[in-house]
């Protein structure tokens, strides 16, 4: 029956793999099936397509995973068929949905904060797309951190890119080029993050010896790079848990949070300052 299906609907570049297990040890014992759905994030078809999947599956409920979720159009479409929605999200959402938020700002202060704590104070940002919500978040906390501590945050420390492997290369070449040359770059995804370790290797550039390098994501690609990366692990798997938790109002679980934490996890890209 439709009533037993949670849906999970994320876009097609997102990796939701931690957000279905998540969800999936939630629903164990129970009658409630868990569907993935996939969306092509730039498609001009994208809210249609969502709305048909909607119409033919009738779930009992949706989860919702960033980025679509942080779309109000593709909030709305869910609506639309009644649907009993919780959105995943990296900072808080408006409107009566239910939202669980990480907190990507506090994450990226304390990634920031840890660069800080071993000697860096030229520490530069490789931003993500501007549409990525994610990306802004983890901005904010960068500057925060750097302006709690008094560190220059300067225009020049801060590379956009298009979130993508190359340009996160050609964002740490442009910070190579920055004097003096920033000790340590936070980036805001593992891929930027490869990026850069990738420019930096070309450019003779011993990691962690004479830059540190942080991903933000925790990805499978994060312990398989050399040297292995340090990487913010975002709370995915236990988001999923709570809005699966959440949608079959399951009374034997305790109480679940609303918002979340993530943790640095620390690998062999990152050092002090020489």
């Known amino acids: 029956m439709a009533e037993s299906i949670i849906a999970m609907i994320s876009s097609a570049s997102a990796e939701a793999t931690p957000a279905q297990r998540g969800a999936l040890a939630a629903l164990r014992d129970t009658p409630q099936a868990l569907c993935l759905f996939e969306l092509e994030e730039s498609s001009p078809a994208l809210l249609n397509d969502l709305r048909n999947y909607l119409r033919q599956l009738r779930p009992g409920g949706v989860i919702l995973l960033p980025p679509l979720s942080e779309r109000t159009e593709v909030t709305a ?11 995943l999200s990296s900072g808080p959402l408006e409107g009566p ?19 800080i704590a071993i000697g860096h104070q030229r520490i530069a940002f490789i931003a993500g797309p501007e549409s990525s919500r994610s990306s ?21 420390l801060v590379a956009a890119s298009d979130g993508t492997f190359a340009s996160g290369s050609a ?39 004479d830059l540190s390098i942080a991903g933000f994501g925790d990805s499978a690609i994060a312990a398989r790079l050399w040297p292995p990366l340090t990487s913010v692990r975002l709370p995915d798997s236990e988001m999923a848990f709570a809005a699966a938790i959440e949608l079959t109002g399951n009374a034997n679980t305790p109480p679940q949070p609303v918002e979340f934490f993530g ?9 002090p300052v020489a």
């Not at 479409?77 to 959105?87: G, H, I, P």
């Not at 802004?136 to 020049?156: H, N, T």
């Not at 943790?263 to 050092?271: C, D, K, M």
């Open 263 to 271: 943790s640095l996890v620390l690998r062999a890209s990152t050092g």
């Open 77 to 87: 479409a869910c609506l639309e068929f009644s649907c009993n929605l919780v959105r």
């Open 171 to 209: 964002a740490a070449q442009l910070l190579f080029e920055v004097s003096p040359r920033p000790t340590a770059i936070l980036a805001a995804s593992d891929d930027l993050a490869a990026g850069a370790l990738h420019a930096a290797h070309e450019h003779g550039i011993a990691v962690p010896r």
């Open 97 to 115: 949905v239910t939202t669980l938020c990480a907190n990507h700002r506090q994450a990226a202060a304390d990634a920031t904060n840890y660069l």
């Open 136 to 156: 802004r978040e983890s901005e904010l906390g960068y500057i925060d951190a750097l302006a709690a501590q008094g560190l220059d945050r300067g225009a020049e």
